[in-house]
């Protein structure tokens, strides 16, 4: 007895983006998930920020102490220079032996201003091979500008193609009134390959602590909100039936809210049993003057005889219904913290319906999977299987098959199907209606389908009729779950 019942095409509908089958709105975004996220973001934001500032500074670390070597090129260069008798300007003997080899990557040279404003080389260091350092055109202008201060700046494209950090300084010379200005360049090739290598590493490590930060963090909120975790999973077993009121201890930000909670489920289930005891209380005041009135028209026949028993007996249908719809929505109420075994009411309602129809020799074949629970109150389950069943049996001709199992979490279906006549798809929204009799011949009230309508809906559940592939009526009932 372990199957799953799938539940029928006509009784199904599509969970709405807010709300699920039953009306009950859907959680909405994880708490978890949101902190976990806003963490991760200004981790990374933070990594990243650190990744650029550290790039950079060691780039600008490199960078200046090219420039410091540079800048002892120059001074080397203009200690050397000097302005001849002819006024010629002279470079003597450097001592730096790469800027004498050809193509070294370093180099040195010195320019003059000309009679057009623009710079013009008057020498040059032998690794140049007669070529000469690029500089923009308005270079005399930001020198001016600096008064004084070494500029410096990078090219791309150096005697043989490589990439140069350039420094350039004007100086005065003794017998030149006009300033010369001197260049030093260096290969800035390994410069920039350590740069990227550093760059590479730093990316790596930071990228590394930020996957052990990011979940370093989500321990942290497990941890954190694993109470709330411990809340939730004990009132779900309150409304799984498992558990009367919320039990354990929690931390101080915590346990109002758990007293809260058993504070409304006490005063839930006095108002229900308030309003049980009102409704039990009603009926005796009514039930007693209607059963008078009954009996006293009954004693003597007349028109005014029958009107009353005809009006006494639709009020006491009336009371009836509204009674029993009341006590199902109290019991509903009331069962939140439930439970109660499928399995069981279908085996006690299968053998006490079989006897009942012995004499139509009818079969009653029930399965439903170990385990299986309504989420309410036994009396209840007992009155809405045992009207199904009940109704099947009188109208089928030998065969009764009720399957019940799991549907969606939370939820149970049962179906109920007999071989009988069945009702026809025109009628099957009457038949439902309180009071109504397909067969004026076949004892009974007609309220037996109308009070499992009643009883289901007071406990959020829903009800369809269709046709069994066994000939007769299908019954679809969906009702909570105690498991899930």
Known sequence: MSETVEQDDTASTPASVVKDSWGRLRPGRSLTRRLIWLAAAWIFVALILTGGVLTS???ESALRRLGSTL?????????AASITPEGQLYVGEIRDARTERLLSGKYWMVAESNAHGRLEVVA?????????????PDLLDRLRNALGRTVSYSAEDGPKGEPLRIAVSMKTLPGRSEPVV??????????DADTRQFATVTWVALLLMGLGLVAAVFVQVRVGLRPLYDLDQAIAEVHRGRANRVGGAYPREIQPLADQVNLLLEHSQETVERQRTHVGNLAHALKTPLAV??????????????????QAQVMRDQVEHHLRRA???ARAAHGLGESTPVEDVLDELAVMIER????????????APEG???????????????NLIENAGKWCKRRVRVLAGPSVPGQMVVVVEDDGPGIPEDQRDTALKRGTRMDEATPGTGLGLSIVDELVRAYGGRMTLGHSDMGGLKVVVELPSAEG
Do not use: C, N
Request: no cysteine; aromatic share 10%.
């Open 372 to 386: 299986l629970a309504f989420r309410g109150e036994r009396q209840d389950l007992q009155e809405i299987f045992g």
């Open 182 to 191: 001197f260049f030093a360049a260096i290969d800035r090739t390994d410069v």
């Open 124 to 136: 040059g260091s032998e690794s140049l091979g007669g070529l000469s350092l690029a500089y923009e």
């Open 71 to 79: 800048s002892d090129t120059i001074d080397e260069v203009v200690v």
């Open 57 to 59: 500074l060691f780039q």
């Open 327 to 329: 006590r199902a929505a």
């Open 293 to 310: 009135m009954l009996a006293e028209a009954g004693t003597t026949d007349g028109p005014l005889q029958d009107i009353v028993r005809r």
């Open 356 to 367: 009942v129809f012995a004499d139509k020799g009818v079969e009653i074949d029930w399965r």
